[in-house]
């Protein structure tokens, strides 16, 4: 059984940081692109970051600059550096696959809450 967990998220003031992981367990994460996507109350889940297997990245423009995506595959793990963190940062944030063919289900998430 396929199941992520993420971790590392918190409350945090406007401009802290903070890194989020997601460790990968039930399937192998090194032969495609990852992928960090955030929910806020009230709103749908959106993408935030991509991390392709030769660790090219994207990022929406919300976080741009502010946000590092990286994989550690013999950890089968994805972490997201979130720097210069705002109000409108705040919400639960989950990993999966980028390709929605490929997508497991969705984990618990970890709540990130940035205060101003």
């Known amino acids: 059984q396929v199941q992520p967990v993420e971790s590392g998220g918190g409350l945090v003031q406007a401009g802290g940081s903070l890194r989020l992981s997601c460790a990968v367990s039930?399937?192998?994460?090194?032969?495609?692109?990852m992928g960090w996507y955030r929910q806020a109350p009230g709103k749908q889940r959106e993408w935030v970051a991509t991390i392709h297997t030769r660790t090219a990245t994207a990022y929406a423009d919300s976080v741009k600059g502010r946000f590092t995506i990286s994989r550690d595959n013999a950890k089968n793990t994805v972490y997201l550096e979130m720097d210069s963190l705002k109000p409108e940062d705040t919400a639960v944030y989950y990993c999966?696959?980028?390709?929605?063919?490929?997508?497991?289900?969705w984990g618990q998430g970890t709540q990130v809450t940035v205060s101003s």
């Open positions: 039930g399937i192998g994460i090194s032969t495609s692109a």
């Open positions: 999966n696959f980028v390709l929605t063919y490929l997508q497991f289900p």
